[in-house]
């Protein structure tokens, strides 16, 4: 075998239904999944090790080739080719199109599979469409597990180009209920900016879980077998979700007598999809406050050291907690719910208006379903939001279905008494006072945002309109 060359199974040209570059954990795992699906795959890695790694797991029922040459990778495709990146956001991705576009014809598509930022997808997709190739910007969801068992799949591009990929997608693609969690989203580069949201109501909901953990153990003083069974239970009805059911599982590990949790750092890293969904939103004035405090506590996680001091100059003694588990446990199950609702009320509001900004005319009852199965923010509450968007398909907030504002309404109690607990006691709980913040404003009928209008009119002439009369006002307040 020559050096930087493998070949694996048959050797026919234009021969394989599909081709992924990048020979990674993500990018293997998938290509295992189409071969186990009985598709045609070729494989591309410049890397040699990763090429040999994936050779290793073939079985001879596989039809796949493996190889290091971009032309011998091109010409083993059949037409239109579909070819799919998996390599790291950013440069990568570029360097992996110029690669590969000298040997592609007109027609020929490129799905970028990775977390790339959705104005460099729309950028690929315009570029691409000159040279008369598509570009789908595709999120996907759920881990390396995901990508060789089924994954949530969430595509955005060219409408027609799609169904040329559509077979393969809902073959590898989770099912939830004999349904693909894949369809096409949308045009553009809808398919990265849905997966971009999605990693930002992960983020909020990961930190609603942190923060109730933090409540559990330190303000109620539960120990992490009580945790971790409490997590575990919930996980059985209405909170049921890959993130509770993973939390409940963390909580379980040992070492030795030790539980691992008590021993890994409170410095969390992120790689800023979080960030990128709370500046967008930003962006298009659209309100994401319990993703906006996700992200603040990532980033207040590293300044350890001023934390360490201020914990000393800063002191504050609650006046504790005397209540029965009894009475605890509901209660945070409670909030927990309203709060998870509320931050996926934030992230699909975000969606709604960026189809408007950017032409992506998503369908949100298309979304919440492929989101429901194989992605790291499934959970059975998705069902219902489905459910509202099939009934309402112009619901701009899903807190204005009358099913969904009911079932708030029957915890909010709850969440406020916790509140209470956590404020008394200085237990930090950003997300959850954003979350009771965000519905309290967006339930309210007027807000004290006159008096901002006054104040910038009287700084710097900026103007108001006035609820009496048409018009735009100035006043010399002085």
Not at 50 to 59: D, I, K, T, V
Not at 331 to 338: E, G, N, Q, T, V
Request: with cysteine.
């Amino acid at each position: 075998m020559q050096k930087g060359h493998l070949i694996t199974s048959e050797v026919n040209m234009n021969n394989y239904n599909f081709g992924i570059v990048g020979l990674g954990v993500m990018g293997r795992n998938l290509l295992l999944n189409m071969a186990d699906n009985g598709f045609a795959v070729a494989g591309l890695d410049l890397d040699l090790q990763q090429a040999r790694f994936l050779e290793a797991q073939l079985s001879e029922e596989h039809r796949v080739k493996v190889t290091t040459q971009a032309k011998e990778f091109i010409m083993a495709l059949e037409k239109p080719r579909a070819i799919m990146l998996l390599v790291p956001a950013g440069k990568p991705v570029d360097l992996a199109m110029a690669s590969l576009v000298p040997f592609l014809d007109e027609g020929d598509i490129i799905i970028d599979g990775g977390n790339s930022y959705f104005a460099d997808t729309e950028r690929r997709f315009n570029e691409l469409s000159m040279l008369g190739l598509h570009f789908f910007g595709m999120g996907i969801s759920g881990g390396e597990s995901g990508a060789r068992r089924g994954p949530s799949l969430m595509p955005g591009g060219d409408r027609q180009a799609y169904e040329r990929l559509r077979p393969i997608f809902e073959a590898v693609a989770a099912k939830v209920n004999g349904e693909p969690c894949v369809e096409f989203l949308g045009n553009g580069s809808a398919g990265n900016y849905v997966k971009m949201v999605h990693n930002g109501i992960e983020y909020g909901i990961m930190q609603l879980l942190a923060e109730t953990y933090d409540l559990m153990k330190r303000l109620y003083g539960f120990d992490n077998e009580t945790i971790q069974q409490t997590f575990e239970e919930w996980n059985r009805a209405e909170l049921n979700s890959f993130l509770l059911e993973i939390t409940a599982q963390i909580l379980k590990k040992k070492e030795g007598d030790q539980y691992l949790v008590d021993l890994i750092s409170d410095w969390a890293k992120s790689k800023g999809t979080g960030k990128w969904t709370s500046q967008n939103a930003m962006d298009l004035q659209v309100p994401v406050p319990v993703i906006d405090a996700a992200v603040n506590m990532r980033d207040m996680s590293t300044y350890k050291p001023e934390r360490l001091e201020a914990a000393r100059l800063l002191p504050w003694n609650g006046p504790g907690i005397d209540q029965s588990a009894e009475a605890i446990i509901p209660r945070l199950k409670d909030a927990l719910y309203f709060a998870v609702i509320t931050t996926y009320a934030q992230g699909l509001a975000q969606l709604t208006v960026a189809s408007e900004t950017y032409g992506y005319e998503l369908d949100l009852q298309v979304v919440t379903k492929v989101w429901r199965g194989g992605c790291i923010i499934r959970a059975v509450v998705l069902e219902d939001f489905r459910k509202a968007f099939v009934n309402q398909p112009g619901l701009r907030n899903i807190l204005l279905d009358s099913t969904i504002a009911q079932k708030l309404l029957d915890r909010q109690a709850s969440l406020r008494e916790v509140l209470k607990d956590a404020i008394a006691n200085g237990i930090p709980v950003p997300a959850y006072v954003n979350t009771i913040s965000y519905v309290d404003a967006y339930r309210s009928e007027k807000l004290p945002t006159n008096i901002i209008q006054a104040q910038r009119d009287y700084f710097g002439a900026h103007t108001y309109e006035r609820i009496d009369q048409e018009g735009i006002f100035h006043t010399l307040w002085d």
